[in-house]
């Protein structure tokens, strides 16, 4: 008989991750890799002990309300935690998780990609040559903006925020920074602190955001704020969509008040506004911040870190609930 714990793992994971789970507990693995809905988890749910679920699935108070009493600890494959409900799990004693730390350089990566990529209009240029539309090389055209000793402007100096701050500072960008509260002077990386996020936003001629989605930040960056922002600015999204109100980004890309947009992450991914396709200046990806194979590697670890103290009536590291 199988006395590992059972654990239900909502999506496919890294082998070498479900590997130690096969290893170490009963994990119902989901080998489709399809996304469950909320009736699924809650039948799949019966009698395990902890969930690992992704950023993809939307762990509701409804659904925490039903999920089996059998559940003590709901482990994340992710940093973020706006698709879990800290407060509905708390009123039912699940232990609540997440994997800080193991991605800020895989994410602060994408960042830069995106910085890049929108401002030298990367992909366009990857489209002439898969399109055999490039006529020729010339002098004017495909002209982008230099990163090089501009101003970058991070809202969010958390882990990833920190990580961007000196990787901006190799390409010699002068880095300002909103949070809630500054951070420690060793954290700050020569980046001037705004208490005022107005402040920051006329500072950004490259705009990269950098905080958690919650109420508060929810639709941050909206029109008001964007006509802060200096002309040709450069905005990028690797934290979560619902920071931005996606109306008005695609209205000053589309009327070229804002030079580009490097995105990451969107508003009800994976149908995303349909009129960010249609631009020319938005530099898109998939939502690939965390997607280097050391880093999910890292990720999955860190959750099974988590859950491995939990069983093991130890405080786990990263409790968030
Ligand atoms: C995270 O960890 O929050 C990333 O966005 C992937 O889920």
Redesign the pocket.
Known sequence: MNDRPAVLVTRRLPAAVEARLQRDYAPRLNLDDRIFGADEIIELAAGVIAVIP???ERLSADVIARLPDSVRAICS????HDHIDLDAARARGIVVT??PDV?SNA?AEIAMLLLLGAARRAHEGARMLRTDTWADWSAIGQLGIEITGKRLGIIGMGRVGQVMARRARGFDMQVHYYNRRRVDPDLEHGAVYHAELDDLLAQSQFLSIHCPATPQTHRLLNAERIARLPDDAVVVNTA?GAVVDDDALIAALQSGRLFAAGLD?FNNEPQIDPRYRELDNAFLLP?I??AARETRDA?GFRALDNLDAIVAGREPRDRLA
């Open positions: 992704c950023h993809t494959f992710s940093v973020g997440n994997t991605l994410t979560r992450v939502h911040g965390s990720m």
